[in-house]
């Protein structure tokens, strides 16, 4: 259809941009980063929500030009928030998380793109962290992590997004060289009624407790009441992204946000 047609040229056209959602210290509610999402600002179609197009990306290869300008911008976009205020410990050390496709993990030059963006735009590279789905890395090989470790090792941090939707083989954890786990937004969900159900408490609990037991920091995705947080704050959760703080958007509001939360 209409897509297929238009999106190998939106790159240079320059329709694309990218929404930041911030991410929340649930300890203190202070805004320690936010999540990149990219957009695609369609002349027909208006803005379109990568559900939309990212299969399609990913089917032509588009992927890997898009996330590499992706990866850019956001990079770009930390440091400026860093500079600006690099002064005050709220804005000036707000990280950044950007999402990475299965197809960008195979593509051979995954490390040393992000290598010259880090070089290029002077941002440390524990400022920055990639997020990969579970799925994508069920059953993964050493080739594929490899990398995943390179990244790790330089002080890039890897997130395990949409946790806990896949066949989560939590043994396997332990092989990945990730250091944060994005706990589904199913999870957040289940703690909307109160009392919340449970078993799905117990199971948040024993999450935590197992990803803290490895060094790995919890991240909720989702949280939309402030009774969500404080459950997931209480189960041990470290940081949270939803509704309840904001909605992705523009970069100059998570300046506002970061400001007054410090
Ligand atoms: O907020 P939103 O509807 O934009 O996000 C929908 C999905 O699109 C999420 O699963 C998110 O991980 C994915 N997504 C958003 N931005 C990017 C991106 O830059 N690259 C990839 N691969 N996925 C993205
Ligand atoms: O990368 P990921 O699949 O996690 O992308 C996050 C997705 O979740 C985006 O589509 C984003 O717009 C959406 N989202 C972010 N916060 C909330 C929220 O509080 N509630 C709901 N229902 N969706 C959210
Ligand atoms: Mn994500
Ligand atoms: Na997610």
């Known amino acids: 259809h209409g897509?297929?047609?238009?999106?190998?040229t939106a790159l240079d056209r320059g329709e694309f941009f990218i929404e930041y959602q911030p991410l929340v210290h649930l300890g203190d509610g202070s805004v320690r980063g936010a999540e990149a999402l990219v957009r695609w600002l369609h002349p027909q179609h208006g803005v379109l929500s990568p559900d939309r197009f990212i299969p399609l990306a990913e089917h032509t290869g588009l992927i890997v030009p898009l996330g590499r300008w992706?990866?850019?911008?956001s990079v770009r976009q930390a440091r400026a928030w860093r500079e600006r205020h690099g002064g005050e410990e709220a804005v000036g050390s707000l990280r950044i998380n950007v999402n990475l496709s299965p197809c960008q993990l195979t593509h051979p030059g995954l490390v040393q793109d992000t290598v010259d963006i880090l070089e290029r735009t002077g941002v440390e590279?524990?400022?920055?962290?990639?997020?990969?789905?579970e799925s994508a890395l069920i059953g993964a090989d050493d080739d594929l992590l490899k990398p995943l470790r390179r990244l790790a090792e330089m002080g890039v941090d890897i997130a395990l997004d949409d946790f806990g939707t896949g066949y989560s083989n939590l043994a396997n954890l332990r092989r990945l060289p990730v250091?944060?786990?994005k706990l589904d937004r199913s999870f957040t969900q289940s703690m909307q009624r109160f009392p919340a159900d449970p078993v799905d408490l117990k199971i948040v609990e024993?999450?935590?407790?197992?990803?803290h037991s490895l060094d790995l920091a919890v991240t909720v995705e989702g949280?939309?009441?402030?009774?969500?947080?404080e459950?997931?704050?209480?189960?041990?959760?470290?940081?949270a992204q939803g509704w309840y703080y904001a909605r992705p958007g523009p970069p100059e509001r998570l300046h506002e946000l970061a400001l007054v939360d410090a």
């Open 3 to 8: 897509l297929t047609t238009s999106l190998p």
């Open 70 to 73: 992706v990866l850019e911008q």
């Open 125 to 133: 590279p524990d400022a920055l962290c990639l997020e990969v789905t």
């Open 179 to 181: 250091s944060v786990l």
């Open 206 to 211: 024993g999450i935590v407790a197992l990803a």
């Open 223 to 229: 949280v939309e009441t402030g009774a969500q947080a």
């Open 231 to 239: 459950q997931l704050r209480i189960l041990g959760c470290d940081t």
